[in-house]
């Protein structure tokens, strides 16, 4: 019997016993105390944990790069791209929570598998050269700090990451992600190091100077392929499964309709806090990046780590370390995430099993997917490939591959063969398309301007 249901029945105060007959025991709760009811901060996980790991480093470089570039004038994308990052998000949450099934397995199940392939490959991709990107900024973020060689840093940063996906029970390593999203507070923290002219940044905010040039173009489809990424979709989809296979009473909601409303709320919950911090660290990077970087003239920063390095000489030591730990914490955070919804993507097309509770002997494709894309994204910090230039395009890539992603998902969420009673309502699906057809607006921008 599992650990977490021994949990459980500590907290209860009467059950029934019986003998199932294959011979085990039966415990039968009759009621719970009080003491079972989680916390509202315990409740926060897939939602929390997605939007913390979609500031990764990657994400952090192209946030600098457009504070450093467009100033103020970037800050708009990260208010606007909220409720539709959202609305998205809740979507493939209630997908997994409700089906019982990862967004690749839905998939498989109701719409043709090339493609789903053609999608889950991109991904791969996508996925594996950002994680390539996230352990050369780590690595570089603690030279830069501590001294010493950037690329052993590297791969010490992969294979940790690596060894904790493997060998951490699913249970213990949730709360560990959650400890490291605390991390994202220390770009708030260095936006309150400098000097911010707060009415001139809001007024940019909200009424910002817009530009047809295809750098502009191109950098708001960055902003908005880091902000709403794929990897996001498929990580918070299998994270609601995962919390249902965790939990001995828990069931597919479409099977057990009784246990809806409180899920629901959960999720829409978790999603909205999530999503908010994500978004609001995702400005204050801007934002810190604009009032430094973009009015002391220097407009080219490619890589997380290089901004923390220009931040040392305008805004001081304290905001350089702050901003360079903030690189390592949130790399941790997003590499098993990455490498995660990799192997949940392969392993939902190709009927694996999967599963973080799992062993890996019990799932050996599983996490040989999680091994093989973060090896091969450490490795690549050691090639010839140019890392500047992999960071930027993976965001681009994600960008581009987001759009038919999201619409088999608003067309699965709108289906009653696979929702059943809880299809989305009327505001989601408003939030979901509005988010699918932003991005197909912005990528079609970007490819006939470019």
């Excluded at 902003?223 to 296979?245: C, H, K, M, N, R």
């Excluded at 990046?289 to 890589?303: P, Y």
């Excluded at 090639?383 to 067309?411: E, Q, R, T």
């Amino acid at each position: 019997m599992p650990m977490p249901y021994y949990r459980k029945l500590r907290k209860i105060k009467s059950f029934t016993s019986g003998i199932h007959p294959s011979g085990k025991i039966m415990l039968e709760a009759k009621a719970i105390s009080s003491n079972d009811e989680e916390t509202w901060l315990q409740k926060l996980g897939p939602g929390l944990i997605t939007g913390a790991a979609d500031d990764d480093p990657s994400g952090i470089a192209t946030y600098s790069q457009a504070g450093a570039q467009f100033g103020f004038n970037m800050l708009w994308t990260v208010l606007f791209t909220y409720p539709l990052m959202v609305g998205i998000q809740v979507v493939s949450a209630r997908i997994g929570r409700v089906s019982g099934h990862g967004l690749a397995t839905s998939i498989r199940r109701h719409y043709p598998r090339s493609l789903l392939y053609g999608v889950v490959a991109l991904l791969l991709i996508a996925n594996t050269i950002n994680i390539a990107a996230d352990v050369s900024a780590m690595g570089e973020a603690l030279r830069l700090i501590a001294g010493g060689p950037a690329q052993i840093y590297a791969v010490m940063f992969g294979l940790v990451s690596l060894l904790l996906q493997v060998f951490i029970p699913y249970r213990r390593y949730v709360r560990l992600l959650k400890w490291l999203t605390l991390a994202l507070l220390a770009y708030v923290a260095t936006a309150f190091v400098v000097h911010v002219p707060w009415p001139q940044a809001l007024a940019r905010a909200l009424a910002p100077h817009w530009s047809w040039k295809p750098e502009y173009i191109t950098t708001v489809v960055a902003v908005f392929g880091t902000t709403i990424s794929p990897y996001l979709f498929f990580w918070q989809a299998s994270q609601e499964v995962e919390d249902q296979l965790a939990d001995p009473q828990a069931r597919p909601l479409i099977r057990a309709p009784g246990q809806a409303k409180a899920n629901l709320r959960r999720i829409k919950m978790d999603t909205y806090i999530g999503m908010g911090f994500s978004n609001l660290v995702a400005f204050f990077i801007i934002l810190t990046t604009a009032v430094t970087l973009n009015l002391h003239g220097i407009t080219d920063i490619q890589t997380s780590a290089q901004a923390a390095q220009a931040l040392r000489p305008i805004a001081g030591e304290f905001a350089f370390i702050l901003f360079g730990a903030g690189i390592i914490g949130t790399g941790l955070l997003a590499i098993p995430v990455l490498a995660g919804s990799s192997a949940y993507a392969m392993a939902g097309a190709f009927r694996w099993k999967s599963s973080l509770e799992r062993v890996p002997a019990k799932a050996k494709e599983f996490y040989g997917i999680i091994a093989v894309s973060t090896l091969i994204g450490t490795a690549l910090s050691f090639s010839a490939i140019d890392p500047i230039k992999a960071l930027y395009w993976s965001a681009v890539i994600n960008g581009v591959i987001s759009v038919p992603i999201m619409v088999l998902m608003m067309l699965m969420a709108s289906r009653a063969d696979i929702m059943g009673q809880f299809v989305i309502t009327r505001r989601l699906k408003v939030l979901g398309w509005l988010a699918t057809l932003m991005m197909a607006a912005a990528v079609a921008a970007m490819l006939v301007i470019a």
